[in-house]
């Protein structure tokens, strides 16, 4: 979601939110900053400044899964998460200072109390997948983003009321899949990770289009119409009552 990342040639997709929204009633402020984890973003006080600058009534979106992974042995990268799924902690030291590592959906728990403490509502959104197409084809199938975005979810039915959950990254792959090959190969100029402007305004897109098929009111509020999104490469609404093949 950071503005930039990854190299001068890339955009996140935080940036282009702010076009779905009439400004005369949101400001869209984007805090994402690059190579952050929930983990790291939380030991930065990064949550905690977020909630400083909060009044009743906001939303705040968040959406992390690309920096969570891996080990924190045998070195830590000040990153990786403690695996688990409710109050496993793990000790560890990074850059020379001893650490309690949580789960990543403890980082989220915490960071939507911390919200809701202040009367904003929460979107925990599931993270985009890396470029679903790099092989030649475009497919999407269960990877270590499924992990994140089953976390997400459950904390978003589970922390309170006004917390609310987007399946990002299926329509982030279902754009892809939507746009072929060679579209979306050449929107990713570095890596497979980091995503061109034009890329961006997609990822943007389809998490507009996951809030609008939601049910919260900021998804209502969202300026753009569900038919004008579903009918173009970004489309249709999902439905989870099976399996969804990406």
Same mark, same amino acid.
């Given at each position: 979601?950071? +503005?930039?990342?990854? *190299?001068s040639?890339? %955009?996140? #997709? ?9 400004k ?17 973003? /939380?030991?930065? @006080?990064?949550?905690? &400044?977020?909630?400083? +600058?909060?009044?009743?009534?906001? #939303? ?38 001893? %650490? ?9 728990e915490? !960071?939507a ?26 497919? #999407? @199938?269960?990877?270590?983003?499924? $992990?994140?975005? #089953? $976390? ?8 309170? +009321? *006004?917390? $609310? ?14 746009? *072929?090959?060679?579209?979306?190969? !050449? ?9 061109? &402007? $034009?890329?961006?305004?997609?990822m ?10 939601? /049910? =919260? ?9 569900? =038919?004008?999104? =579903?009918? /173009? ?5 999902i ?8």
């Amino acid at each position: 979601m950071a +503005k930039t990342g990854g *190299g001068s040639s890339t %955009e996140g #997709w935080g940036q282009f939110l702010q076009y779905s929204f009439n400004k005369s009633n949101f400001a869209v402020e984007n805090n994402a900053i690059a190579g952050r984890s929930a983990r790291s973003f /939380t030991r930065e @006080g990064r949550f905690q &400044a977020v909630a400083d +600058k909060l009044k009743s009534g906001d #939303w705040v979106v968040i959406e992390f899964g690309h920096n969570d992974g891996g080990s924190l042995t045998p070195t830590d990268n000040g990153r990786s998460d403690c695996f688990g799924e409710g109050s496993q902690t793990c000790s560890t030291t990074y850059n020379g200072v001893a %650490e309690t590592v949580l789960t990543y959906p403890a980082y989220y728990e915490k !960071a939507a109390a911390m919200f809701l403490g202040k009367g904003a509502k929460v979107i925990m959104s599931s993270a985009t997948p890396n470029n679903i197409c790099e092989s030649g084809s475009c497919s #999407w @199938g269960p990877s270590r983003f499924d $992990y994140y975005a #089953w $976390y997400a979810a459950a904390v978003a039915g589970g922390t309170a +009321k *006004g917390v $609310y959950h987007v399946p990002h990254g299926y329509y982030a792959a279902q754009a892809m899949k939507n746009l *072929g090959t060679t579209v979306v190969n !050449a929107n990713y100029p570095n890596d497979h990770t980091h995503t061109s &402007a $034009y890329m961006a305004d997609i990822m943007a897109k389809s998490f507009v289009l996951g809030l609008k098929c939601g /049910t =919260s009111a900021l998804g209502a509020a969202v300026t753009n119409t569900t =038919s004008s999104m =579903s009918s /173009t490469i970004l489309g249709p609404c999902i439905s989870f009552n099976s399996t969804v093949p990406i």
